[in-house]
């Protein structure tokens, strides 16, 4: 492990304030690392790993695909990519979907969309896209621009223009904003997970919803990190009642392998020809093999036990000794502690449990098939963590 660090230190850019723990294998929602510690995981990548670390029907689709061809490029047809597409059409209404490698690549085809679609309907000063604060949308420069964070911009001037940003929750002060302002689309997540896991109020969901419909304004749902049932829904929007024009998804798509995509409704489906936008790697046959493994394995039962756990998970903490609160839904909690965040999650490594950070609370994402009797052991590892 020093050896490594010492690597690490040497060759790996300085962007990472890694965990002092090197992970060599795992199965299901147990790691170890490389002294033989098991570690219970509540981080899954940062919802990536959807059913867990080396999943026999996920690792049976990946390398079935890798034997048979790893890569072609957009130029040709390729089976995995086009019944993924279909299905991600088929379990959510939407049209047309394009595939590139991460959340913010897919936030970036759903900008271009929505400004393509309003230069072409409105004209080319209807470009705006409005964002809430608090929420993260991703670390290129285009998405940094969406992301509602000023911490985040200071040191990447001057970002991408043509952005606004308002506070979740107050209609007032969208309704100001579109009457000074042209807008493209309006950007939301439903849970603001890289703001501290906090969920939209459906209330203003539904009406930000009916505002944007009634004036030909985009909706788009960035579910990177809510979708593909993490929330309990298969998509968190399903949980607010409302419909989408554009909507992102990533993270827990692929199981572990890089793959986003931004599926386009009936106003934007056909708003691209060939060589308006592209992705040399989005697509790739053995990622979407991957995901339509998961994919199809997201069905209601599933749903359900994501529901169950979560409730479980939320109910059991919120009135444990050191903690002020629980928010999310689903898989998907922030645990807000009264000691810092960064000492609850400490004291969970030591003792075998894996935990994220989300703003100032803990943050919990397992995958979606963990085991109830391994989630009801780690909730008391954190539990304790939390009094002493």
């Known amino acids: 492990m020093t050896n490594l660090r010492a690597l690490d230190s040497a060759y790996i850019a300085n962007t990472y ?12 929602s147990i790691l170890t690392d490389s002294a033989g510690k098991e570690y219970i995981d509540l981080g899954s990548g940062i919802a990536v790993t959807s059913f867990g670390i080396a999943d026999e029907a996920w690792l049976a689709a990946v390398t079935g695909q890798l034997t048979r061809v790893q890569h072609t490029s957009n130029l040709y047809y390729t089976e995995p990519c086009a019944v993924l597409a279909q299905m991600l059409c088929e379990r959510t209404g939407m049209k047309k979907v394009f595939f590139g490698n991460s ?21 080319p000063d209807a470009f705006t896209i409005v964002t809430l604060k608090n929420s993260f949308h991703g670390r290129t420069l285009t998405t940094l621009a969406a992301t509602g964070q000023d911490h985040y911009h200071e040191l990447y001037q001057p970002l991408t223009p043509g952005f606004a940003h308002v506070e979740a929750g ?7 904003l579109a ?32 505002f944007a419909q009634a004036r030909d304004i985009l909706l788009i749902a960035d579910e990177v990190q809510t979708g593909n049932g993490r929330t309990g829904a298969l998509y968190a929007y399903m949980n607010y009642g409302i419909q989408p024009d554009i909507v992102t998804t990533a993270k827990g798509l692929g199981g572990g392998l890089p793959l986003g995509a931004a599926l386009l409704g009936e106003k934007v489906k056909d708003i691209f020809q060939p060589g308006d936008h592209g992705s040399t790697f ?16 997201i069905d209601d039962a599933l749903l359900a036990s994501v529901r169950e756990k979560g409730d479980y998970a939320a109910h059991a903490l919120a009135g444990a000794p050191g903690v002020e609160g629980v928010r999310g839904m689903g898989l998907m909690l922030g645990v807000r502690t009264k000691k810092p965040a960064s000492a609850v999650i400490s004291r969970c490594r030591e003792n075998g449990v894996l935990c994220l950070s989300a703003k100032d609370c803990v943050r919990l994402l397992p995958a979606l098939n963990i085991p109830m009797d391994v989630l009801q052991r780690a909730v008391q590892v954190i539990m304790r963590a939390c009094a002493e």
């Open 17 to 28: 304030a890694r965990f002092p723990v090197e992970i060599v294998s795992g199965r299901g």
């Open 103 to 123: 959340g913010a690549e897919a936030n970036e085809c759903a900008i271009k969309a929505a400004r393509k679609y309003a230069s072409e309907k409105k004209g």
């Open 179 to 210: 009457a000074q302002t042209r807008i493209a689309a309006v950007m939301i997540e439903c849970i603001q997970g890289e703001g501290g896991v906090v969920p939209l109020d459906r209330e203003y969901a539904r009406a930000l919803a009916d």
């Open 282 to 297: 989005g697509g790739n046959p053995v990622c979407c093999a991957g995901a339509i493994s998961v994919l199809s394995r």
């Open 170 to 176: 107050d209609m007032a002060a969208l309704e100001k």
